[in-house]
């Protein structure tokens, strides 16, 4: 019996090089789907848009994006994933159906994340896609990402720093984080300084207060280990307020106590975090500080060492209650006789006035 069709035999659907070319398809239709989820997650926004046909779509209706072309795929993912603490994407094969040089199929998706505002939450997606066969393989001409369940509940995990372990509240941040910051900061109208150390914020703190000002220093580690606390209160050059109150009646002169540290020409003090976002976080047992910050000083002084540098809003509120308390509260006990507490909290989101707030953020760890 000869199996070897000749070429007057007429090919049936059945025929194995049809099955073999459709078998072939979906590999490929699938490779191209798994190769869509590593580029998301190694952040390669140019492959990823390259996966798609010159005038392939992307639409996200839950985000709410939508994005043509491949340029406007690359620039929209490149924003999207800057707003990312950390991302997990994980596909599950779904449908393929294939009629000649086009498809359509869908692919079933888990997601985890949070971003640097701290939103975070589980997902489960359907990815609704076509296809269509190129000279250089099958491409995406439109994928429609459909979120079919959501949990926002806050991930009990945490993400990874680029050494592999976990995010670190005593570590200097690098370079380009502290450059995010800053750019993020000035963006939310805060005046910026990068400074290499703490010897240069102390020039740079004497150049920006005119003498003879009325300054108030917060309590803060930072200037006492940078020596800002004393080249403030005890100098002569400025009219200290924290002298002045300490040899007050903390009773009788209540009133004038407050009032003095609520509205100081300047005040001069840190932060226990700084988000890449560009907001600073203060905590406060006694609250003494933060009228003065929030907008009672006419100029605002945070001196912040690089490893108070975080993702975003929820690692600063860890860094405040998992690592500046506790240091806080042992050196109050020494100092006190008693514990601290983090009894009242402010974020500073943005800066209204253009100028009274001024972070100078340096390159070096300092306080707590």
């Not at 789907?33 to 798609?52: H, I, K, N, P, Y």
């Not at 008693?338 to 974020?347: D, E, K, Q």
Request: net charge negative; aromatic share 6%.
């Amino acid at each position: 019996m000869n199996l070897i069709p000749t070429p007057s035999q007429n090919r049936s659907a059945a025929d194995p090089l049809d099955d073999f070319r459709a078998i072939a398809d979906r590999v490929e239709i699938e490779a191209l789907r798994g190769e869509f989820t590593d580029a998301a997650m190694m952040r390669d926004r140019a492959r990823l848009a390259s996966l798609f046909t010159p005038d392939g779509v992307l639409r996200m209706p839950n985000v709410p994006a939508e994005m043509f072309g491949r340029d406007e795929i690359r620039v929209g993912g490149e924003r999207l994933q800057a707003q990312w603490d950390f991302f997990v994407q994980t596909t599950h094969p779904g449908t393929i159906e294939i009629d000649g040089d086009t498809a359509i199929g869908r692919a079933y998706i888990q997601e985890l994340a949070r971003t640097r505002d701290g939103r975070q939450g589980l997902n489960f997606a359907v990815y609704h896609d076509r296809y269509r066969r190129t000279g250089d393989g099958w491409k995406f001409t439109e994928r429609v990402y459909e979120v079919r369940y959501l949990d926002t509940t806050p991930l009990a995990g945490v993400a990874p720093d680029a050494s592999g372990g976990p995010t670190s509240f005593t570590d200097p941040a690098p370079a380009e984080r502290l450059e995010r910051a800053a750019e993020a900061l000035r963006a939310n109208g805060f005046t910026v300084d990068v400074l290499d150390d703490v010897a240069a914020a102390r020039r740079r703190v004497k150049d920006l207060i005119p003498a003879g000002a009325g300054v108030f220093t917060a309590a803060s580690e930072t200037l006492r280990l940078s020596g800002i606390d004393a080249d403030i209160n005890t100098s002569g050059r400025y009219a200290a307020v924290k002298p002045r109150v300490l040899a007050m009646d903390r009773v009788a002169r209540a009133d004038d106590i407050r009032r003095q540290l609520a509205c100081p020409d300047v005040v001069v003090g840190s932060v226990a975090a700084l988000t890449e976002t560009g907001s600073l976080v203060a905590a406060s047992a006694s609250g003494s500080q933060l009228p003065a910050y929030a907008g009672g000083a006419a100029l605002a002084i945070w001196i912040v060492g690089a490893q108070k540098v975080v993702p975003d809003l929820s690692t600063a509120m860890r860094r405040v209650e998992d690592h500046a308390l506790p240091l806080e509260s042992a050196r109050a006990q020494v100092a006190y006789g008693m514990p601290s507490a983090v009894n009242r909290l402010l974020v500073l989101n943005a800066e209204p006035h253009p100028g009274r707030g001024v972070v100078l953020l340096l390159r070096e760890a300092v306080g707590f």
